[in-house]
Structure formats: structure tokens, C-alpha cells
């Protein structure tokens, strides 16, 4: 007998109580929120939740979004900025960096000497401040958001679910997704938090709320 | 499938000599009740938060008991939906066969070393040492983890394995140890968190710019989808699971979840738990491989090791819900005080030890159910409801059961058991004992207190004093003051009946 059918007839024998007539797909709970941790101000709760997670959140209309990136690339010094694929033109602002894009794809060295990206997400989630990339047309490859020092999203305010069960009903199982909540951070020394370990020290978020 | 030897170290010494050793480190003592502390104030403060808190740890429960009842046909759910997803599953029934199936996998990839996201399944199978015996290299990438893994240690806590160092200890691992294994600590380290995450940012970066293999555990991974998902907050994880080309994940079978809406209660009970944030930096979620994004072949190893064993014990089997987020650690009494390396085992504190002495066989582990005080604190915050005391209630039967089997003479402890149920079946007997007891104490007394008792007490009677019974008992004071009267209470009139 190989390991799968030993391990599977041990799981068996270890659940011979279990009557038969008990259905293993019946799932005995309905999903979903049944209580509103949101309240009825999704997107300043999002910005607040987000910042205290030590994000930098600016809230703008859509004629400003461009300069508000341009603002968070202009903080940090960037000298070189990754746009990816199927990112708004007119989002990437003009300055004194110089644009990479991932056509064909960078190489992880390349990447690791970026600045920053700029990327749109997939939605976000307002009790928790996290935005959900599901690495589509302006959200580019995985590593894109991972190995330059700063992350810049453009979120829109209607991509903002109140809470996780309902952006995750939003995501699509079958693309690889990353939930981002703040920057990269550890509390494993002394359980103090530092900001900034292995992925981007920064992570910049711009609200865009329009008429 | 279960054996004494599938949950590294287990064991040496047995729980209350290793406790001891804690016990008399003021400076451990210090670390942990600070830390300790801080973590519990943080859960209790977001877990406010959610008004329907208790509802969600209802339902985890329900679908964690459900999913276990039905682990065969979840678990081959999962298989299809990963392998339709281009990724290949394999089944281990124990340490052995899982080290040998990772081993083999890095090998035929031709590399000799692989980089590491934190993981309690990988740590129970003793999987770095058993590459490290076939040649291969495995890097602990998760900060706390890098410290140990430097400082020649073993984790103490689920989740924040290196709780029991100090920033200053670290720093002179930092010094003493980086160099060795690749990119030295900078001059002039100081001992801030800051810098000293800086130092491990620059030790492991290049190592994850050329890793070709990663190996990881799971938290979660569904059924329906073949989703797999690994929560994390400095981006290590990220690193490992998207920069290699080869990604191998071992997930002990109990982590199944039937499907992806599942994780949106999971996903609100794992981070307030464990790190008391309101949801971590970083939560990956992968189904099989994607073209032109991350890894090209994945490999999920389901780890038994003991699991089924666990499955079949209708108590225990409830310690399988447990998704590791190390709650139950940070309320321990017994935790707080002896630091997780007192349990010998991985899984330390209350969670550990109900896990590890049924993963290996309770008479293996016999110490382990009593390293507690049944105070229940690790029920109230187990966001899956497990209920730990109840399990140790019933592990600690077991352990005398194995111990009454194993042993040719009765144990001092069963004799007094013996005794004390043969005194306590009959009023009669039960009387002259408390007379002598009453009369006798007085004797050997001091103030009212009994100090230093002989024999087989005298281990309890070593850190407290034992109050001096009172000089009549309940029942002869009710027999002196209720005098019968003609027709009064039946129960009077037959205990003295009796006497």
C-alpha cells in the first residue's frame, strides 16, 4: 500500500462514528457578514484603517491622481519607477525618474534596483486597510510589487469592500493574489514593530473619489 | 504512523525538569512576561472590535469539526483541484517519507540549497536536518526564525519563535553567526529593532535572488479551488513563494478547508489572534502555477505524521482544529512562567500540549497533560474553540492508563487513589478518618499550618502549607446539633442509623 491509500483508509478507520448519511458537502453554516464592522463611511474608514497600519493615504479626485503620485515619487527621491502592464497612461505622471516597464519582463536584478512601482489593485477592504491585488492589467507579476523599495497604489473608491468577506467574494480563486496591509513589517524582537523587512518600506495609497 | 521520534526533540528532559531549569532564569522569566503581556492587551483590543466575535468563533468551529469528519473526501477534493491547477500532491504518512519526498524533489532540481518561510510542519518532520544529511542548505528566512536558526537554538513560541532573546543577545548572534552562513552583520550593529532588521534584510536578499527552490507550509488551503494560502508580515513568504522556480509546500492534512469562502472567517479570527492586528502585512494565496508569475513547478507534500492517529480519538481529535495562532500561549499561566523550550517539543503551551502527546503517542509525552492548571484561559481565547481543558482532562487519564499498563506495581499514586476511594465509599470509614485526622494534625500543627508533609506528600507539601482540618467534621457537627425529634428528617435518623 503506498502513503496516499495508507494515509487515506487510516483517515477512514479514524471516522467509522461518522454516520454515512452525513453529508460532507452539506456545509452547515450560511456565509457571508452578518454583523456591519464598517459603518457607514467605507472609504474614510479605509484611509484611516490603512494609515494606521503606517500607510501613506491621500484622498483625491480624479483630475489630481497623477500629482498625488507624482508627490509620493517625489518624497522618497525616486529615480526610477516600474509601470505595469495595462496601467493608466495618464496615471504615470512626468518627473525626474525614468520609466521601466515589464515588456519583456525585468529581471529580478533589474527589479532590485527600482525605486518604486505604481500599481492599480484588485479591491480593498476598508475594516482591515488592506488593498487586494490579483496581479492583473495594471497590477503587473507578483515580484513587480515585492522587491522595489516603494509600493504606490491608486485605489478607487468604488473598489473598496467594508469588509474581508466581501472582498474576497470580489477575488477570482483561480489568479494568484496578495493582500497587502501596510508595509513590510516585523515584531520579532522584542515584539516592537519595525516597518520595512524584506518587502517595501513604503507603501503609498491614493483614494481616488470622483463625481 | 505515530512514534517518539516525529516531533523534533521531543522530551529531554520531561516537562517539570526542563520547567525547573525556566523557572530559575530571571532573565527568560522577564522576556516572556513582557511580551506575553503586550500580545494579550493587543488580542483582547482588536477582538473587541468585531461585535459578533463569539459568532465567528462558532462558526470557525463548526466548519473545522464538519471539515474533520469528512477529511478524506476534502482532502481528495483538494488533490484534484491542485493538480488541475498544474501542481503535483503528495502524500506522507510520517516524517520519514515526507523528508524523502522534499529531499528527492530538491535534488532532482539539481540544487543544494533552498530558502525557508517559517513553518511549524517542516520543523516537526526535522526537515532542515534531514537536507542538511542529503547536502542540502536550508535558509530560515522569517526574521525570528533566522535567529534561531544562527544562534544554534530552537523556537519557544508558534509564533514568535526567538520571544525568549533580548535585542542585545540578538545583536551578538547577528555578529558572531552571519558571516559564517553568507552576508556578515555591519559594522557598527547596533542593538535598535530597526537596525537589526536591516542587518537580516541585507543577509537574505541575496539569497533570495538566487534561490531556485523554496520550501513552505500552509495555513490554509481549499478544497473547492485548490487555493493555498501562507500569512505572513515581512515579505519573506512573498520572497519564497514567487522569486524560485520550484516551490514545495508541506501541510500537515488537517489545514484543509472545503472551500475559498471559508477563509473569510478564518481570515478575520487568524491575524486578531495571533498578532493582534486587525489583519497582517502580507497574506499570499496561490492555486497551482500561473504562466509568467512566479514559481514554474509546485509541489504539495500532506503531511499525516500522527494526524490520523489524533483522528481517531473522538476528544482529542479536536486539538486538529487548531490553525496556530498561538493565543492559548500568550494567556498561559504555565506558559508565561517555563517558556515554550520546557514542552520539548515544537508545539509548545497549551495547544502543544494536547497536539504533541497525541501526534506521538501519549505515553511518550506522559508529562505533558499535566503542564497546566486547567485554568481555561486557553478555551476562552482559542478562536476555534478548542477545548484544551477537556483534552487534558482526558490525555492525563490516558497517560495513568499507559503508565498502569506499562508497570508490574502499582504506582504510590494509584495506591492512594486506592485507598482514598476505599475511605471515601463508606460514611463509616470516612468518619474515623477525619476523627484521626482532626486529632492527629493537631499534634504535628504549628499556628494552625501544616508544613513539610513525609513520603509521597512531600513533593505537594514543598511549596505550600496544608491547612489543619477542622476539629469536628460537617457530619459529626450536624449529628451533635440536629438531635432527632420524634418524626424529624429521615436523613438524619439514618446516618445515625448507620453509624
Redesign the interface.
Known sequence: MNDRDSVLSAIRGALSGVPGSESPDASPLSHGRRVDHAGPDVVGLFARRAAEYRATVVRVPSAGAAAAVARALARTGTRSLVVPPGFPEDLVPAGPWSLLADVPPLTVGQLDAADAVVTTVATAVAVTGTVALDHGPGQGRRVLTLLPDQHICVVRADQIAPDVPEALRLLDPNRPLTLVSGPSATSDIELDRVEGVHGPRTLDIVVVEDA | ?SGADNVVWLGTPAFPEAARTALADPQLRA?LR??TA??RDRRLAVAA????WE?LRE?AA??KR?TL????????RLEKAVTA?GGVV????DAA?ANRIVTCLVKATGESEVVKVKSMATQEIGLNEALADAGIRAYE????EL?VQLGGDRPSHIL?P??HR??SE?REIFRREMGEWGAPAPEGLTTE??D???A??LH??EK??RAKVAVSGANFA?AD?G?VVVVE????G??C???PETLITVMG?EKVL????????F??LLPRSS?G???????????GI?D???PRNFHLV?L?NGR??T??D?VGRQALACIRCSACLNVCPVYERTGGHAYGSVYPGPIGAVLTPQLVGVENAASLPFASTLCGACYDACPVKINIPEVLVHLRAEAVEAERRDRLLPTSEAIVMKAAAAVLNSPRRLAAVQRLAAFGSRLVARDGRIGALPGPFARWSATRDTPVPARESLRAWWLRTRTPTNGDSRTTAEGKGRR
Open positions: 504512523m522576556n513582557r511580551a503586550t500580545i472590535e468585531l461585535e459578533d459568532e462558526t463548526t466548519i464538519h469528519r469528512h477529511l478524506d473526501h476534502h482532502l481528495l491547477a503528495h502524500w506522507a504518512a517519507e528566512t522569517d526574521l525570528a535567529i514568535v526567538a520571544i533580548n535585542r540578538i529593532p530597526r537589526l532588521a536591516e537580516a534584510r537574505l536578499r533570495f535572488l481549499t479551488t487555493t508580515s515581512e515579505g519573506n512573498r520572497m513563494l514567487t522569486l492534512i472545503p472551500s475559498f469562502a471559508d477563509l473569510d472567517v481570515l478575520q498578532t492586528e486587525r489583519m497582517n502585512p502580507y497574506t499570499s494565496l496561490w492555486t500561473t509568467g508569475d512566479g500532506l499525516d490520523t492517529a483522528l481517531a473522538e
